[in-house]
């Protein structure tokens, strides 16, 4: 068994302790989804006309109704329709995209269908803009996009201010019931490793800290991952992905880990920005076909939104594992215990013991494999103390150091408990790679499969 040891990366804030409840988990059940998809509504535009005349299917020639069944084929138990803006979309989203949910949701009733866009973020790039189910849903959507989408006004960058996704999220997080927002494919334009384009940590950190409730977390994973030039369609060869996954969540100690040690609760999914699937000439996959966000809940939106509120999810590519157990409890009194977006107060003395049980499903993926699980990781972040930042370490377990039960495979980690506080995540794959590796163009993206667990916070009780 490998331990890394990295160097400090930011100290740790405090936050309240939030332990999850084991009787809050009746019904519940992994729900594998995908918040990233678009459709025939993600128009293209005839600019020769004033205002520009939308063109229907201009960047992906899929129904709402086609996407949702193809979703359901795949495993997935729900979705978001995340349709692209531009100027004056907001009218399409009321005229036609609205429409074609109403529809896709009655053609395919079992798949739960979340009314959504992919939001053009002012100064930035995009995210994912997850609406709750309810009698306004339509107008609170069309609301946001026409009033603060970067995209949405006819006079180009008027919008292109940082001020204005900040009263985005104060208007949203005013809400009754407040959408959630994940950013999207957070290091595309970068042009190197910790070079930064148009989403920078900073801005990760303004937008969670406008609104914790909302903006909850990013892409681990992006789509477009059949790409054969540019996996995820990160172009740069100085800032690919690894492994599938963005720098920013690849790196162990990099941005995901400073902003969780700063005691954020900041989640990573996966998903699989359909536009045009590689079958049909293009360089995607559909919804579930490759990338899978699995949240721990109830078949219920409602639940699923909770779920993704709290972090009770994992991340994961061609269906290499579809259950996960994450938990972390005090070695001498197991009852005590908490999971995935959950916190455990311990004694700055005690030992923790983290236990990890993953299971592989039990049919093939959709590349026709069984994946083989090759090694899992455990890494935990903590504060360095005097250091300027928290230490990262990483515990690496080989096919000969877990038990196997079936389906399930199971291991544990006896630590002490970090001095100041911290975290837990999980990873693994089917790969030897000791870190996952730059992804390089032509490469298979089947033969590089991983996943990525949501983290279980360790606070430390008071004197």
């Not at 970090?418 to 990873?427: K, L, S, T």
Request: hydrophobic share 40%; with cysteine.
């Amino acid at each position: 068994m490998l331990i890394l040891r990295l160097l400090p990366i930011v100290a740790l804030i405090a936050w309240p302790c939030v332990v999850q409840a084991s009787d809050r988990d009746d019904g519940r059940s992994w729900q594998a989804g995908d918040h990233h998809v678009h459709s025939e509504w993600s128009v293209d535009w005839d600019r020769s006309t004033s205002p520009p005349t939308p063109i229907r299917g201009g960047d992906s020639p899929y129904t709402r109704t086609r996407n949702a069944q193809q979703a359901l084929a795949h495993g997935l138990t729900w979705m978001v329709h995340t349709d692209h803006g531009g100027p004056g979309h907001s009218r399409v989203t009321h005229d036609h995209a609205w429409p074609a949910l109403l529809e896709a949701r009655r053609e395919v009733p079992a798949l739960i269908q979340f009314n959504g866009m992919e939001f053009d973020v002012p100064a930035a790039e995009h995210a994912s803009l997850i609406i709750a189910p309810g009698a306004d849903e339509r107008d609170q959507l069309v609301t946001i996009e026409r009033e603060y989408g970067r995209s949405e006004p006819l006079e180009p960058d008027t919008r292109d201010d940082g001020k204005w996704m900040l009263a985005a999220l104060a208007h949203i997080r005013a809400l009754p019931s407040p959408p959630l927002m994940l950013i999207n494919h957070p290091s595309r334009t970068a042009t190197g490793i910790g070079q930064w384009g148009e989403v920078e940590p900073a801005e990760l950190r303004a937008w969670h800290d406008a609104a914790p409730r909302v903006l909850v977390g990013m892409e681990g994973a992006p789509g477009h991952q059949a790409a054969p030039a540019h996996r995820g369609l990160y172009r740069n060869a100085g800032a690919p992905t690894f492994g599938g996954f963005d720098q920013m969540t690849a790196q162990v100690g990099g941005v995901w880990d400073t902003m969780l040690a700063e005691g954020r609760r900041f989640w990573i999914t996966a998903t699989s920005d359909s536009h045009v699937n590689v079958r049909d000439g293009g360089r995607d996959f559909d919804p579930g076909q490759y990338s899978k966000t699995y949240v721990w809940a109830r078949h219920e939106a409602g639940d699923i939104l909770d779920g993704m509120r709290e972090g009770r999810m994992f991340a994961v590519t061609g269906d290499l594992i579809d259950a996960m157990e994450l938990t972390v409890r005090v070695a001498d009194k197991p009852n005590q215990s908490a999971g995935m977006g959950g916190a455990l107060v311990l004694s700055a003395e005690a030992t923790m013991r983290v236990e990890l049980r993953i299971r592989q499903p039990a049919q093939p993926n959709f590349n026709g494999q069984r994946p083989v699980l090759d090694h899992v990781e455990l890494i935990v972040g903590s504060r360095g103390g005097d250091r300027p930042g928290p230490r990262m370490e990483a515990k690496r377990f080989g096919r000969d150091a877990w038990k196997s039960e079936g389906e399930w495979k199971s291991l544990s980690w006896e630590l002490p408990v970090p001095r100041h506080g911290g975290f837990v995540r999980a990873r693994g794959s089917t790969t030897s790679e000791v870190v996952p590796l730059a992804d390089s163009p032509g490469e298979d993206p089947w033969q590089d499969l991983w996943f990525y667990s949501n983290p279980v916070f360790v606070e430390i009780a008071a004197p």
